[in-house]
């Protein structure tokens, strides 16, 4: 109960604070101006329903969804969450303990009949309120702009949509784990923003940047083959595939891939990335949305290891802040 209560207080103290109201101000406008971007297409698809395959480049994922105006939509606004969900929850998590330790609030909530655990978890719970509060609002945004292009709403897209919305908040709220473990690991909170920040921007759009090269130099250097050889025939374009393949690039390639792949395991973007194509997965035969447990089965290790991100730094948090003295 008294998490509970602690958990208002920051929820009430984060909504109100100019940093939460300017970044979903930023938020909400890059959702207008996405929508607004594919308004043709949204209402051209209106009442259809195909499947095509995608992929989300800064997140190494990709596979078939059903694409329909609701999944097209929200897709786009969850994928600019994609880099600022995670800006916004690492930033609400960078200065939660720490600030309130330079500022000697913390003793003062420490004088009240109250635990550290119920401090800590009270903050964790307010701040990942403000993260769904945000999500919803993107959320109920879009639905009203469809709405007011006369498109009409699917009842399976609105479910798939609310799914996608739950992973996005296991994925913002795995940024505000890392950004209070740093909160306890540094006592100043303007270190720690800076540190929470660079991180985030380095996760989002560098990493999967360089996942590429590092995987290059892992592997080595390209193997020599010899040039190849095109079948060519009268009046026929050249054939684009070699006629003699060279099996020591076919084996670096794979081995590329591989490391690739192991690479964009250790970030939380790509786990992301593969729950929303779970979400709205959709079968190419048929046309449609696949059931929703085999949808869900997709992305079922994606979400193990996503909690196991969410989880780690935030134990981590806990223990250092169970064991810091606040004064």
Same mark, same amino acid.
């Given at each position: 109960?008294? %998490?509970? @209560?602690i958990?208002?207080?920051?929820?009430?103290?984060?909504?109100?604070?100019?940093?939460?109201?300017?970044?979903?101000?930023?938020? $909400?406008f890059?959702?207008?101006?996405?929508?607004?971007?594919?308004?043709?297409?949204l209402?051209?698809?209106?009442?259809?329903?195909?499947?095509? !395959?995608?992929?989300?480049?800064?997140s190494?994922?990709?596979?078939?969804?059903?694409?329909?105006?609701?999944?097209?939509?929200?897709?786009?606004?969850?994928?600019?969450?994609?880099?600022?969900?995670?800006?916004?929850?690492?930033?609400?998590?960078?200065?939660?303990?720490n600030?309130?330790? +330079?500022?000697?609030?913390?003793k003062? &909530?420490?004088?009240?009949?109250?635990?550290?655990?119920?401090?800590?978890?009270?903050?964790?719970?307010?701040?990942?309120?403000?993260?769904?509060?945000?999500?919803?609002?993107?959320?109920?945004?879009?639905?009203? !702009?469809?709405? $007011?292009?006369g498109?009409?709403?699917?009842?399976?897209?609105?479910?798939r949509?609310l799914?996608a919305?739950?992973?996005?908040?296991?994925?913002?709220? =795995?940024?505000?784990?890392?950004?209070?473990?740093?909160?306890? &690991?540094?006592?100043?909170?303007? =270190?720690?923003?800076?540190?929470?920040?660079? &991180?985030?921007?380095? $996760?989002?759009?560098? !990493?999967?940047?360089?996942v590429?090269?590092?995987?290059?130099?892992?592997?080595? +250097?390209?193997? #020599?083959?010899?040039?190849?050889?095109?079948?060519? %025939?009268?009046?026929?374009?050249?054939?684009?595939?070699?006629? @003699?393949?060279?099996?020591?690039?076919?084996?670096?390639?794979?081995?590329?891939?591989?490391? +690739?792949?192991?690479?964009?395991?250790? @970030?939380?973007?790509? #786990?992301?990335?593969?729950?929303?194509?779970?979400?709205?997965?959709?079968? %190419?035969v048929?046309?449609?949305?696949?059931?929703?447990?085999?949808?869900?089965?997709?992305?079922?290790?994606?979400?193990?290891?996503?909690?196991?991100e969410?989880?780690?730094?935030?134990?981590i948090?806990?223990?250092?802040?169970?064991?810091?003295?606040?004064?």
């Open positions: 109960m008294k %998490e509970l @209560n958990a208002f207080k920051e929820f009430y103290s984060s909504i109100r604070s100019k940093r939460f109201i300017s970044l979903l101000a930023f938020y $909400l890059i959702t207008f101006f996405f929508n607004y971007s594919i308004k043709d297409e209402i051209t698809r209106a009442g259809q329903i195909t499947v095509g !395959y995608t992929s989300f480049p800064l190494g994922a990709e596979g078939a969804i059903a694409e329909t105006p609701i999944s097209i939509s929200i897709t786009g606004n969850l994928m600019a969450l994609l880099v600022f969900g995670a800006i916004i929850g690492i930033a609400l998590g960078a200065d939660a303990i600030k309130e330790i +330079e500022e000697g609030t913390a003062v &909530l420490m004088s009240h009949p109250i635990y550290k655990d119920q401090v800590i978890n009270g903050k964790f719970i307010g701040n990942g309120m403000a993260l769904f509060l945000i999500i919803m609002t993107g959320y109920i945004f879009s639905m009203a !702009y469809l709405l $007011l292009l498109i009409p709403l699917d009842i399976t897209s609105i479910l949509a799914i919305a739950i992973f996005t908040l296991i994925y913002m709220m =795995t940024f505000l784990s890392i950004g209070i473990m740093l909160s306890t &690991l540094l006592k100043k909170p303007e =270190t720690a923003m800076l540190l929470a920040i660079a &991180l985030a921007i380095f $996760l989002t759009l560098i !990493y999967p940047t360089i590429n090269v590092v995987a290059e130099k892992i592997v080595g +250097e390209e193997p #020599h083959c010899p040039p190849s050889v095109y079948r060519v %025939e009268k009046e026929q374009p050249v054939y684009e595939a070699p006629f @003699n393949p060279c099996p020591a690039m076919k084996e670096w390639k794979n081995r590329k891939e591989l490391w +690739e792949n192991r690479l964009f395991m250790l @970030n939380p973007t790509h #786990h992301y990335g593969q729950l929303i194509i779970s979400a709205f997965a959709g079968d %190419e048929v046309q449609n949305y696949l059931p929703l447990g085999e949808s869900l089965s997709i992305g079922f290790n994606s979400l193990a290891v996503l909690l196991v969410l989880l780690l730094p935030f134990t948090a806990y223990m250092r802040f169970m064991t810091s003295d606040l004064s």
